[in-house]
């Protein structure tokens, strides 16, 4: 897998991956109060299959996390399939079931 450097750019409202300090895709997003909406996701075909995708949603599945404020609206495919492959991040998702703790 090839190094993807990934990055939060606010001003342009998107999560950005970069291969050898090019721009190799990205995942934009609009903010509302409690929620981040994920509205599309795009990979340079030149960069498909190296893993991009994959790093660009991890990367802002866990940024959202770390911040706490906000949950999940995936409206992109992109997302919304990644996080179905990836149940543990199912607990950012608007309206998905509490986890509770289990003793």
């Not at 606010?10 to 970069?18: L, T, V």
């Not at 995936?74 to 179905?84: A, N, S, T, Y």
């Amino acid at each position: 897998m090839t190094d993807v450097a990934t990055s939060k750019n606010p001003e342009a409202s998107r999560y950005e991956a970069h291969i050898d300090g090019e721009l190799a895709g990205f995942a934009e997003y609009q903010l509302a109060d409690r929620l981040i909406v994920f509205t599309h996701t795009e990979v340079d075909e030149k960069f498909e299959g190296r893993g991009v995708g994959s790093a660009l949603a991890r990367f802002a599945l866990d940024d959202v996390r770390a911040d706490g404020s906000r949950q999940v609206l995936p409206l992109c495919p992109f997302i919304k399939g990644w996080i179905d492959r990836h149940p543990e991040y199912q607990d950012l998702v608007y309206g998905a079931p509490p986890t509770t703790a289990r003793d």
